[in-house]
């Protein structure tokens, strides 16, 4: 078949077209995309950002190290010592005018005891509620948003949820405690009007727009081509929202939960007021609790500089840097692992 008659009939003038050609001797200038000098204030501003990120890491540094200096006494100070041990704020000690080793958190008493498992089981407790409601909550949310809000309602609710993380700790917590607890109590019949369960509610009220904003923009960067194709193989919005969106956002979703699980650890405030602070070993929900930070909050104003109170106060707050730090280090784990399982697929 000749070339005439492969070439489309309109297409034939432009192929019978004589070509010209460029004498031998001439040179085509072969230049590159001009190189600009930056401007004069980007040097400054580059040294600006890199000590602004130097600055921040020293400030970790510098609080992790004013922490291990006054919580050193519970290691080094024989007079703290005599006071307090490792082994009696771990493990069950029986005190005088018990019947029974406890562990007990009773900082001023005759004999000072500061058992730890109390707090430790109350801050748990209430963490773990605020998540199991937050965590839903906040995921649920942003899936609405994304694919199902429209219009007003999209304008609407993603401002007001995002409002909430702007609310004052203690308007949350003055909420639980006089509104919140006293609907809760009616309702379920709690023996205890301030328990975990107020103070779990009303610290998913913080932990909510968190999630949810982390959550959603995770959603959103998923690429509509994903989308596309569910849709096009015929999977409904719900298959395709559970089985491609939600494990290809995965990796976000999870960094959503383990900030909002570390912001629920520290948190000071909602949980000194609305909890009960009182310091029982129990895993029932409904019984008041005291947290790690709401000791901290309440105590270390009228406790005495450099006593083994002072000391004990600094070893919770070490503890509460340690755990967030352990914990922020495994989620990043995680996301590690959920990216890497996302791109094998």
């Not at 948003?145 to 909430?164: D, M, N």
């Amino acid at each position: 078949m000749s070339t005439q008659n492969s070439i489309p009939m309109p297409l034939q003038h432009i192929a019978n077209r004589p070509r010209r050609e460029l004498p031998e001797d001439t040179q085509v200038p072969t230049r590159g995309l001009p190189i600009r000098q930056p401007p004069k204030w980007h040097a400054p501003l580059e040294w600006l950002v890199r000590a602004m990120a130097m600055i921040a890491v020293l400030a970790i540094v510098l609080i992790f190290g004013f922490l291990v200096k006054s919580a050193l006494p519970m290691w080094t100070s024989a007079e703290v010592r005599k006071e307090v041990t490792q082994a009696q704020m771990w493990f069950a000690t029986l005190w005088p005018g018990y019947d029974a080793p406890q562990n007990v958190w009773q900082p001023v008493s005759e004999i000072p005891k500061f058992g730890l498992w109390p707090l430790v089981t109350g801050t748990l407790k209430s963490t773990i509620v605020s998540m199991a409601i937050a965590g839903p909550m906040g995921v649920g949310a942003a899936v609405f948003v994304a694919f199902y809000a429209r219009g007003r309602t999209q304008e609407i609710l993603k401002p007001t949820l995002e409002l909430l993380a702007g609310i004052p700790s203690f308007v949350l917590g003055f909420f639980a405690l006089i509104s919140l607890a006293t609907w809760l109590q009616d309702t379920f019949g709690f023996d205890s009007r301030l328990n975990a369960i107020v103070s779990g509610v009303a610290l998913s009220l913080a932990i909510v727009p968190v999630v949810f904003t982390i959550s959603e923009e995770a959603i959103r960067a998923v690429p509509a081509t994903y989308v596309e194709a569910s849709t096009a193989l015929g999977a409904a919005k719900w298959q395709t929202i559970l089985k491609v969106v939600l494990p290809t956002a995965a990796p976000g979703i999870a960094s959503a939960i383990a900030l909002g699980f570390g912001r629920a650890v520290g948190e000071t405030m909602v949980v000194l007021m609305a909890s009960g602070n009182a310091a029982i070993t129990s895993w029932n929900p409904a019984d008041s609790v005291r947290t790690l930070s709401a000791t901290i909050a309440s105590e270390l104003g009228e406790v005495v500089f450099g006593s083994a109170h002072y000391a004990v106060l600094f070893y919770l707050g070490l503890l509460l840097f340690v755990f967030t730090s352990v914990l922020n280090l495994l989620g990043g784990r995680v996301i590690d692992a959920q990216k890497a399982k996302v791109k094998s697929r």
